[in-house]
């Protein structure tokens, strides 16, 4: 079955701390692949989104993601972190062939210490 | 511009009650979806609609669960009758097509008692 797989469910960081979220997936043809961010009490935004092209995407806030094909993963990641990154990462993946269907990681909650 | 809409944003009922869910989608976005979020998890798709035809209810539990999208804007979602595992967060969400990135409403949080 499709699935994608957030490998850490809580990470705890400091203020200018580097971030990297894990994030594989497991299906065999071309996909689009999607962060969306929750910061706490709004809806999921869009962080970032890589559809072709350049492996290494950016996005709002600083954050970027690497695609590597070989590895079904899309990492992301911030080189420093703020107090204002608290939030809840979700990792998502649009099958070509599925129309617009998203498949979504179980979510990493992110919290950074001022 | 206005976001995706969504009423009401919390929801209690008891068990074997209906209750409905409604979503105004973003103005001119073709594409909605509607979202099931259980608590710990990421959101899993319910229903795709292409303005008003519904291209993707394979994951709608159609025996107690129904949706309709009428003249291809607002949506309803309905659960009837409704059990204590229905208590979830249901989001809703829009795209221009279904290639465009998808914009999420707030959601509604349901609460079965």
Redesign the interface.
């Known amino acids: 079955a499709q699935s ?1 797989s957030q490998h850490n ?1 809580h990470v705890i960081l400091s203020e200018a701390a580097s971030l990297e979220l894990g994030c594989n997936y497991s299906y065999g043809g071309t996909v689009n692949l ?1 962060w ?1 961010v929750q910061y706490p009490g ?5 962080l970032l ?1 890589y559809f072709s092209g350049d492996p290494l995407v950016k996005g709002i806030k600083g954050f970027e993601a690497e695609f590597i094909k070989s590895k079904f993963s899309f990492n992301l990641r911030k080189p420093s972190v703020q107090w204002s990154d608290t939030a809840e990462y ?1 990792c ?1 993946v649009n099958p070509y062939n ?10 990493t909650e992110l919290s950074v210490k001022p | 511009e206005a976001g995706v809409v969504q009423s009401p944003r919390y929801k209690i009922i008891e068990k074997k009650q209906p209750v409905a869910f409604w979503c105004n989608p973003i103005s001119g976005h073709n594409t909605l979806y509607w979202y099931l979020q259980n608590l710990g998890q990421g959101p899993e798709l319910l229903i795709r609609y292409e303005n008003e035809e519904a291209v993707d209810d394979s994951q709608l539990p159609k025996d107690r669960f129904s949706a309709e999208r009428l003249k291809g804007v607002d949506s309803t979602l309905k659960i009837q009758p409704a059990e204590l595992g229905d208590s979830a967060v249901y989001l809703c969400a829009s795209g221009a097509d279904s290639a465009d990135t998808q914009y999420f409403g707030p959601g509604t949080r349901l609460t079965v008692l």
């Open positions: 994608v469910h999607f969306y709004q809806h999921l935004q869009l989104k979700f998502a599925q129309g617009g269907k998203l498949i979504f990681g179980q979510g």
